[in-house]
């Protein structure tokens, strides 16, 4: 059974920084694709970014929302992926999600998530002013 479990969130003071971490059981991140989407209360959810492959390159989406402030990354030794959260914005509050594919080429832009096969609980991250 896969599981991928996020930590890492919590409350932070706008301007500041979060870093999000996404384990997995039952799969490895090392040769698959990987994102983060969240939900704020009242909102659909949002693809915050994803990183797999295009041919034979890395192909990574940022939304424009958080482009310049977040970064994906994987440690494949540790099994882990990462958002690094900087300069956070109230606007930026919500339950953060990991997704992972099996499949390192698949689709990686705009409302990525919903073809992701793995799917985590969630993290809450809340930004105050």
């Known amino acids: 059974e896969v599981q991928l479990v996020e930590s890492g969130g919590g409350l932070v003071q706008a301007g500041g920084s979060l870093r999000l971490s996404c384990a997995a059981s039952g799969f490895t991140f090392g040769d698959s694709a990987i994102g983060w989407f969240r939900q704020a209360p009242g909102k659909e959810r949002e693809g915050v970014s994803c990183s797999a492959l295009r041919d034979g390159d890395e192909n990574t989406y940022y939304d424009d929302s958080v482009k310049g402030r977040f970064n994906i990354s994987k440690d494949a030794a540790e099994n882990t992926v990462y958002l690094q959260m900087d300069d956070l914005k109230i606007e930026d509050t919500a339950v953060y999600y990991c997704?992972?594919?099996?499949?390192?080429?698949?689709?990686?832009?705009?409302?990525?998530?919903?073809?992701?096969?793995?799917w985590g609980q969630g993290t809450q991250v809340t930004v105050s002013s």
């Open positions: 997704v992972a594919d099996p499949d390192p080429y698949t689709y990686c832009d705009r409302d990525f998530y919903i073809t992701y096969d793995y």
